[in-house]
C-alpha cells in the first residue's frame, strides 16, 4: 500500500520504551455499551487544569476493548503507549485502533483534548459491501506498529474529520430523530475520506491473512451472535451460520479481530445490560438474565472485570452525567 508524503516523520516522535512495559500488566478489559441497533459511541475528553504533568497515564486504567476505536487529538500533546510501543501524539494525530489492542496515554502539556469514536467491527461489513467494508476494518484491525496506527492527515483533510468528529458527538449527545442514521453516514465519510487518502489496494489484497471470503463467513458469524446473544449459544451454531468449521471460524476471528468467538460474545452481552442499565429502570437482576448470563454472580463479576465498575456503580456514574465507565466527558 502506498503512503501519501504526510510528513508524518516531522510530525510525531518515535520513542524508545527502555523499561517502561510495566503498564502492560495492569491492563483491564473494558466495555462501552455498543448494541447492534446502537454500534457507535462518541465520547469528548478534556483535561484542564494547570500543573505539572503527572506521573500516571491519564486513562483510569491501562485498557484494551473489543471494539474498533478512532481518536482525534485537538489540543495538547500526550506520549501514547500502543502494545510494547510508545509515541508522542499532538493536534492533528488521528489514532486507529482495532479490538483487543492494549493503550494508555500520559499527559505532555495542558490542556489536552480529543474526540473518540468507538464502533463495532461488524459496522463496517454490514454497511455496504463486504469488500469495501473489509478494507476498511482492516485498516483497524491489521498488525502493524504504531506508526501505521498513528496518522497525521494534511490540514484539508484533519478539518474535515475534524468536523466530522465533532458533529458524530453532537448527533450522539442529541440523540433526536434520525441520529442513528446521521452518526453511520458521518463515520463513512470520515473512513471513506481516509481510506481515499491512504490510496488503498485493491480489497482482494486487503490482508495478508484474511481473504474477501473470510469476511463475509466473519460478517455471518457476527450477525448470528448479535441476533442471538441473549440466548444459549455454542460455537459450533455460530459456525453452521458462518459456513466454516468451529476451527477455521475461531482462527479467522482471532486474525481479523484479535479475539476469540466468546470473548466478542460476552462483549455484546455486557453492552446489551450496560445499554438496560443507562436507558430504563430494569434492575441488575434483570439486565443480567435479559443479556444472557446464567447467575447473577457470573453478570457482577464480569460487569465489574470489563467496565471497571460494578452494575450498580455504573447506573449511578451514569445518571450522573459521565461518558463509558472511566471516561469522564467534559465541554
Not at 38 to 45: F, K, L, Q, V
Not at 255 to 264: D, E, I, K, P, V
Not at 293 to 322: C, D, I, Q, W
Request: net charge positive; with cysteine; proline share 7%.
Amino acid at each position: 500500500m502506498r503512503r501519501p508524503g504526510n510528513d508524518r516523520s516531522k510530525a510525531t516522535e518515535n520513542v524508545p520504551l527502555a523499561d517502561e512495559l510495566s503498564w502492560l500488566s495492569d491492563v483491564h478489559e473494558v466495555s462501552h455499551a455498543l448494541s447492534h441497533s446502537r454500534p457507535i459511541w462518541a465520547a469528548h475528553h478534556g483535561k484542564w487544569r494547570d500543573g505539572p504533568t503527572p506521573p500516571h497515564p491519564t486513562a483510569p486504567h491501562p485498557e484494551r476493548h473489543p471494539y474498533c476505536e478512532l481518536n482525534l487529538i485537538l489540543s495538547g500533546r500526550v506520549v501514547e503507549y500502543v502494545g510494547g510501543e510508545k509515541h508522542v501524539r499532538r493536534k492533528g494525530d488521528l489514532m486507529l485502533l482495532g479490538p483487543g489492542v492494549p493503550h494508555c496515554a500520559k499527559l505532555y502539556e495542558y490542556p489536552l483534548e480529543s474526540i473518540t469514536v468507538y464502533f463495532l467491527p461488524a459496522f463496517l461489513l454490514e454497511m455496504g459491501p463486504v469488500s469495501d467494508g473489509a478494507v476498511l476494518l482492516s485498516r483497524f484491525t491489521r498488525p502493524g506498529n504504531i506508526r501505521n496506527r498513528i496518522v497525521r492527515p494534511p490540514s484539508v483533510l484533519f478539518r474535515r474529520i475534524r468536523d466530522g468528529m465533532r458533529a458524530m458527538l453532537e448527533e450522539f449527545r442529541e440523540n433526536g430523530s434520525g441520529s442513528e442514521l446521521k452518526l453511520r453516514s458521518l463515520l463513512m465519510d470520515i473512513l471513506v475520506e481516509l481510506m481515499r487518502w491512504e490510496d488503498w489496494t485493491p480489497p482482494q489484497q486487503a490482508s495478508d491473512d484474511i481473504h474477501v471470503a473470510d469476511w463475509n463467513a466473519l460478517g455471518r458469524a457476527l450477525r448470528y451472535l448479535q441476533q442471538h446473544h441473549t440466548e444459549r449459544i455454542y460455537i459450533r451454531d455460530v459456525a453452521k451460520a458462518s459456513g466454516y468449521s468451529q476451527s477455521r471460524l475461531q482462527a479467522v476471528f482471532r486474525t481479523a479481530l484479535g479475539m476469540s468467538c466468546s470473548q466478542y460474545l460476552m462483549t455484546l452481552r455486557l453492552a446489551h445490560a450496560a445499554a438496560m442499565l443507562t436507558a430504563s429502570d430494569a434492575r441488575v437482576s434483570e439486565a443480567a438474565f435479559a443479556s444472557g448470563f446464567n447467575t447473577l454472580s457470573h453478570f457482577n463479576t464480569s460487569f465489574r472485570r470489563h467496565m471497571g465498575v460494578s452494575p450498580t456503580e455504573y447506573m449511578s456514574g451514569r445518571t450522573a452525567g459521565k461518558g463509558p465507565a472511566g471516561h469522564e466527558d467534559v465541554d
